[in-house]
């Protein structure tokens, strides 16, 4: 169907209308999952185990479907794409709801982690193909409105839903949401193909799929399953191995599903290494923080969650200054300084106990919010800054592979310390009480991962993203092709 009155409204305007409102209930769905589990396995009668099945299957689901999707946006067309993985993933999400049983959720949640996988990337070259490389800023501010909002707001509305209603609606939501941002969609976005997508790349899709599918598993189970039992084991080996397979095929074919090539660029593969060292870092701190409050403090899920909300203020209020000051003082001083920030908040969180004031944690949880802000802005503007127009699409889909694989590797390390120290202790002849120690190493370890991203950000050269640090007014044609003076071995 052809847009409708494409001229009353800009590109611009609707295409961050609709991926915002897309990567916003995708991301939601990912934390607010994690409040319902307890009520779902209740009412459905369902082990422990099924219900990691629940939320893993969704993250392996969208580690297969990842890699496909700067192919399929590029030669079908990004509109086209775009809302068939929308549908999906709205249509998915009301058979979760509706699920009768154990394995009818797990099913319907593959089903919408297919959705989701091709949402993100499709939606992000979009994006940066309607927003120059000097407006790569404001594109980026629109970015960090469901990235900020989402993990913070998914505790707080999953704990109202299932007190008030029931885990049915933690599902339901999405509704309302797809439903409008696909017809906003259909009417309004214009489509757009690449002549030179070529053909399918089979043997890239199944090698990358599986291999990172299988790693996505082995990071997400590890830590309860331990690491070193045979299926994380051999789920991991078997994964590693078909990633370097996937290595060597891609850089050989020509038309590849993941264009590695992209990588020879210094400034693209710089931000995409602080960019998976950073979501280990900040997702790390929120995945750490809530059970700290739950399992040590005795904190409901609705008080734990609006005590983490207060990190979206700090990411909606910084973006107000770090914008303007991007132009001036560059990436690589904004990010460096905003993961050194997270650093010593997680180190600060690491001192929190039981007596400590609810004002000082909402402060913390602030500033980690707002330090992520220096990192994210800055990041997303930079990171196409020298990638060729046509390149968009097979570059964000690597984005965002490094940028799951980076999420759960941060929760796997933290999820392995807790578990490794313990997070409850039995005193002779006493009752089993909260071991704070473990969480508190948590976060510390999460601090060493911001220290070690700032150290990676000194890699990025201002000067690589100056085509995003002009004005407006100074346009600027964008690269056809990656400068060779910015290659890297």
């Known amino acids: 169907m052809p847009p409708i009155s494409t001229s009353r409204l800009s590109q611009k305007v609707v295409v961050g209308a ?9 991301i939601l769905d990912i934390t607010i999952i994690n409040v319902a589990l307890p009520a779902i396995g209740k009412d459905l009668g369902a082990t422990q185990a099924s219900l990691a099945t629940v939320a893993v299957g969704y993250l392996v689901s969208l580690a297969v479907f990842i890699p496909a999707s700067g192919w399929l946006g590029d030669r079908f067309g990004t509109k086209r794409i775009f809302l068939i993985a929308l549908a999906i993933f709205t249509g998915a999400s009301a058979l979760c709801g509706l699920a009768q049983s154990i394995d009818q959720l797990v099913l319907f949640r593959i089903l919408q982690g297919a959705g989701g996988g091709m949402l993100t990337p499709v939606g992000m070259a979009m994006m940066f193909r309607v927003f120059p490389p000097e407006e790569r800023v404001r594109a980026s ?13 998914g505790p707080v509305l999953g704990g109202l839903l299932v007190d ?21 969609g259909l009417l309004f976005l214009e489509e757009h193909k690449d002549p030179r997508a070529g053909r399918f790349d089979v043997p890239g899709f199944i090698l990358s799929g599986a291999g990172f599918a299988l790693l996505m598993y082995a990071l997400s189970e590890g830590a309860s399953k331990g690491w070193g039992s045979t299926v994380i084991v051999s789920t ?12 060597f095929v891609e850089l050989r074919v020509e038309s590849p599903m993941l264009d590695l090539r992209l990588l ?21 701190v929120l995945y750490v923080f809530p059970l700290m409050q739950q399992q040590a403090f005795g904190k409901s899920a609705l008080e734990t969650g609006l005590l983490t909300f207060p990190e979206a203020f700090g990411v909606v ?24 920030g997270i650093a010593a908040c997680a180190g600060l969180l690491a001192l929190v106990d039981g007596n400590t004031s609810a004002v000082l944690i909402v402060t913390l949880m602030f500033f980690t919010g707002a330090s992520m802000a220096h990192v994210m802005i800055p990041m997303q503007a930079a990171a196409f800054a020298r990638t060729a127009p046509a390149d968009n699409g097979r570059a964000s889909t690597i984005f965002n592979v490094q940028r799951q694989l980076g999420s759960a590797l941060g929760v796997a390390v933290l999820a392995s310390v807790l578990a490794g120290i313990g997070t409850v202790t039995t005193k002779a002849g006493g009752a089993p009480t909260p071991n704070l120690d473990a969480y508190h190493v948590a976060c510390l370890v999460a601090a060493g991962l911001a220290i070690l991203g700032s150290i990676a950000a000194l890699t990025i050269r201002d000067s690589d993203a100056a085509s995003t640090m002009r004005r407006k007014t100074e346009v600027v044609a964008p690269p056809t092709k990656i400068p060779a003076e910015s290659a890297t071995v």
């Open 236 to 247: 991991g080996i078997t994964g590693l191995v078909l990633c370097v397979a996937m290595v």
């Open 264 to 284: 020879k660029d210094r400034l693209f593969v710089s931000t995409n290494i602080v960019s998976m060292i950073n979501s280990a870092a900040f997702l790390g």
């Open 18 to 26: 609709v991926f915002v409102a897309a990567m916003f209930v995708n």
């Open 141 to 153: 501010r629109i970015l960090m409105v469901p990235t900020a909002l989402a993990p913070a707001l």
């Open 164 to 184: 008030k209603a029931s885990w049915h609606w933690v599902f339901f939501i999405n509704l309302p949401v797809g439903i409008a941002a696909f017809v906003f």
């Open 317 to 340: 209020i910084a973006t107000q200054w770090v914008s303007r000051l991007y132009p001036v003082v560059g990436p690589r001083r904004l990010m460096a300084g905003g993961l050194l």
